[in-house]
Nanobody
Framework: QVQLVESGGGLVQAGGSLRLSCAAS????????MGWYRQAPGKQRELVTT???????NSADSVKGRFTISRDHAKNTVYLQMNSLKPEDTAVYYC???????????????WGQGTQVTVSS
């Protein structure tokens, strides 16, 4: 069984910073893509940013230049450094990972429980 556990959300004023972490644990052979998504009230879940095992990143235009994703392969952990936060960044942030649980097995898609980020104006 694989789990993704997020931490680091909270309340911050506009212009401030937060750092989210997401640690994967359990039966993990390898991890392909890891990423962050978010869902604001009344809106669909949307991509924030992803990072491949090779370090290639893909980010939404709305966060480019402000948010940075990184990962620690040894710790099976992905981070999201969020700077210059805006009220429109307020949402529940979800960690996502594409995980292989054994050699020769297809990858499975896992989600964290979500962490609330609130940016006050």
């Amino acid at each position: 069984q694989v789990q993704l556990v997020e931490s680091g959300g909270g309340l911050v004023q506009a212009g401030g910073s937060l750092r989210l972490s997401c640690a994967a644990s359990g039966s993990i052979f390898s991890i392909n893509v890891m990423g962050w998504y978010r869902q604001a009230p009344g809106k669909q879940r949307e991509l924030v940013t992803t990072i491949t095992s090779g370090g290639s990143t893909n980010s939404a235009d709305s966060v480019k230049g402000r948010f940075t994703i990184s990962r620690d392969h040894a710790k099976n952990t992905v981070y999201l450094q969020m700077n210059s936060l805006k009220p429109e960044d307020t949402a529940v942030y979800y960690c996502n990972a594409d995980i292989l649980e054994g050699s020769g097995y297809p990858p499975n898609d896992y989600w964290g429980q979500g962490t609330q980020v609130t940016v006050s104006s």
